[in-house]
């Protein structure tokens, strides 16, 4: 793949990234996935920007944004890597106009998928498993990039319909009995498709339903709080842009009401008691029933903070940090070598980079972030790169070789510590 950018731009990142490490080996694996994610994973078309996860030949919606997030930090230097950064977020808006229940699609319209299930598929939908969070990532990434540059020429009509869309499932979904959207994947693990098509029952809350979490796994109660503490998010993102560039005040009192329901509906559903504190729980069904346990992918209630939707100090996220990163967390494992949250997505005892990266990001003890890069850094069993999940006992045993996702969130704790912006 040949992307055209300023390489004496990532060079002098680089640099500087090298000089400010207190570990050799931080930005060894920096320098590396850095590279590698614009070198590998990166399609530029005469259109727009086209990003595969790494070693499939797809993209995710979620995926993508977090892949090319840390490049705003040098968008300022190159033009460039802004522009690719807008081809990209172009291209995700196309997407969502396509089919705003999807959360992978191919490059052209070419009829790949990875299954034959049974939903509403065409010949751009790579996957079509519903998850909140798809519909949240694309927004974050054009309201930063506005912020960050002032670039606004993705904010386009096409823009616009697409958060006509967003918010059209995101209404449709608050009340999922009257939804279109169903899916089925027969032959394969449970996780992998909804009961009946649907879902479990739930109860209205104000807050959108999710069919499936960011790792692509069915939701056990379909009310997902960290989706929903996004979309709170991304909402009032929403309300800025139509604001500023739409002077649209249907639509803006629509994404207001919005978001407000929803935050109404974690405030009074997703927060729960645990050992006499209050928590987050991770799903609930407005039926009375909740879920106490976090994933590594993000949206996390472990990412909270880094969502924007709380400050890291914040007394309930506080108390669910404690709780999430326990033996109370069923995805959470300790062994010889790491500690830290795993996902139902892959074996017992295997832990997340992605989620050792969010840990890092939301606290504010530089020597926890340090030790979190040290212990990233171990993981990487001479490949200089982040895996998926790495066995807590035997770093020589990971998933997924090569995971561009995970490789750029070290990237961003790394910048981060370093307070490089």
């Known amino acids: 793949m040949t992307v055209d950018y300023s390489k004496a731009v990532i060079e002098a990142l680089k640099e500087k990234v090298k000089e400010r490490s207190v570990n050799p080996r931080w930005s060894d694996v920096f320098s590396t996935c850095f590279d590698n994610t614009l070198e590998t994973t990166v399609v530029q078309t005469v259109e727009d920007t086209f990003v595969i996860t790494g070693d499939i030949p797809a993209m995710w919606l979620r995926d993508s944004s977090a892949q090319i997030k840390p490049y705003l930090v040098v968008a300022n230097q190159d033009e460039k890597i802004k522009q690719l950064i807008k081809g990209l977020i172009d291209r995700q ?30 010949g751009w939908i790579w996957e079509r498993k519903y998850e909140v969070d798809s519909l949240c990532y694309p927004i974050e990434l054009a309201y930063l990039l506005w912020k ?15 958060i006509e869309n967003i918010l059209t499932v995101f209404e449709t979904e608050q009340r999922h009995e009257n939804s279109p959207y169903r899916f089925e994947r027969l032959g394969e693990r449970p996780e992998d498709t909804l009961t009946d098509g649907i879902g479990e029952p739930c109860g209205y809350t104000g807050m959108t339903w999710s069919g499936f979490r960011p790792s692509d796994d069915s939701c056990t109660y379909n009310y997902l709080i960290p989706a929903n503490m996004f979309a709170v998010v991304i909402l009032g993102y929403i309300e800025e842009i139509l ?15 919005l978001r407000q329901e929803i935050k109404q509906g974690i405030e009074k559903w997703g927060i729960v008691e645990h050992e006499g504190k209050k928590v987050y729980a991770y799903e609930v069904d407005g039926l009375g029933n909740y879920l ?21 100090d914040h007394e309930i996220y506080q108390n669910t940090r404690e709780m999430i990163l326990s033996k109370v967390n069923p995805y959470y494992y300790e062994g010889t070598t790491l500690k830290g949250i795993g996902s139902e997505h892959t074996p017992k005892d295997y832990v997340w980079p992605i989620a050792l990266s969010i840990q890092g990001l939301t606290t504010n003890n530089q020597a926890e972030k340090e030790a979190l890069l040290d212990r990233l850094v171990q993981t990487e069993n001479g490949t200089n790169h982040m895996h998926e999940g790495v066995n ?4 020589s045993q990971y998933t997924r070789e090569w995971f561009s996702w995970a490789n750029m969130m070290f990237c961003e704790l790394l910048l981060d510590s370093l307070k490089i912006s």
Do not use: R, W
């Open 93 to 122: 808006i196309k997407c969502i106009l396509i089919d705003p229940y999807a959360n992978a699609f191919n490059e052209t319209e070419n009829g790949h998928c990875y299954h034959q299930d049974n939903t509403d598929m065409n």
């Open 148 to 162: 960050k540059t002032g670039e606004t020429g993705h904010f386009t009509k096409h823009f616009k319909q697409a």
């Open 243 to 257: 604001l500023e560039f739409f002077n649209d005040q249907t639509l803006i009192k629509q994404a207001k009401q």
């Open 292 to 312: 106490l346990m976090d994933d590594a992918n993000v949206p996390s209630l472990l990412s909270a903070p880094y969502l924007g939707y709380c400050s890291i």
């Open 392 to 395: 807590v006992n035997d770093p």
